[in-house]
């Protein structure tokens, strides 16, 4: 069997990176209790800057050995080149893992494919930092083109500049579109990585289970404010359990033979109406903030807020747009009428503090 099909969800867990030998046989411990099958743990960390905790190298594939000759989980580990892959395939080491600043460099990623060509090991690629979906197809192909079979994705996130409360943007329809188009290869969440932060590890994962995730890959610490790498988002076991506890895991499809898979499509479309309404509202927001601008113009020379001419353009135009886009009249009316008065109210506003003045 596939070592990724299982049932909804699979779940990895194990600290973000391997620290001693006592903490990795530990964690493994307590999560083989909890009946998790697979256990992570990075050895070589890729960091942002020089100087961190920047993994104990080699001989954390030791303490992972153990941990499985311990507790009989499987094992998975990251690996960034091809000495890595080599060395965690004598480990025996059970999955490989491809991190996000790897599968952002072709040639890292083929010299990881050829060192695995023709070798049975299952391997999961984290998508790039950047929203860059061909990116991350491209990275997968080069692991199929290996002689690679079992192979997983694994969602994280995109860096982004916009300085939302994500650590890695989640940006939901890239990781729906990879299911879209590579149908057989399972999706896992990471959302330790997405939120940086433990108190949204909840809300993430119900929302990967939702879009109908295979699974999920979450950092876990036996004392996660003291870890060396990624204190922040990492959780205890326990606290692991109360997640995976808390979590409704919805059918994948409600009999319905004429539409069996209605739910999938239905959260699929229900994620692009949120992002369409974030973007309806950031662009109000700048288009009100333009009008402030011509507020402070239109006062600064002494002229009237409302220019008819002007708005009955506007109004005109939106009617003849909206006709083009299948949008009522009587719709664009509603809207514009409200945006226009709230522009008036702005432009009010900064006329009066000159009055009080
Ligand atoms: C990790 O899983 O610890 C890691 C380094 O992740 P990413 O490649 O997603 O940053
Ligand atoms: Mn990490």
Known sequence: MNIFQRKRPLVIAGPCSAENEEQVINT????????????????????????????VGTIGLQWLKAAKKETGIKLTTEVANAKHTEEALKAGIDILWIGARTSVNPFAVQEIADAIKGIDIPVMIKNPINPDIELWIGAVERIQKAGINDIAAIHRGFSSLSNSKYRNDPDWQIPIEFKRRLRNIPM?????????????????????MDLNFDGMMIETHLDPDNALSDAKQQITPKNLKILLNNLIIRHRYKTNAKFPQYEETLEELRTKIDEYDNLILEIIGKRMNTAKDIGKVKNKNNITILQTNRWDSILKNAILKGEKLGLSEKFINTLYYAIHQESIDNQTIIFRNKEKR
């Open 28 to 55: 493994a411990k307590e999560l083989s209790a909890l009946g998790i099958k697979i256990f992570r743990a990075g050895i070589w960390k890729p960091r942002t800057r020089p100087n961190n905790f920047e993994g």
């Open 188 to 208: 896992i969440c990471d959302p330790s990585h997405i939120a940086g932060r433990r108190d949204l590890l909840q809300q993430i994962s119900q929302k990967a």
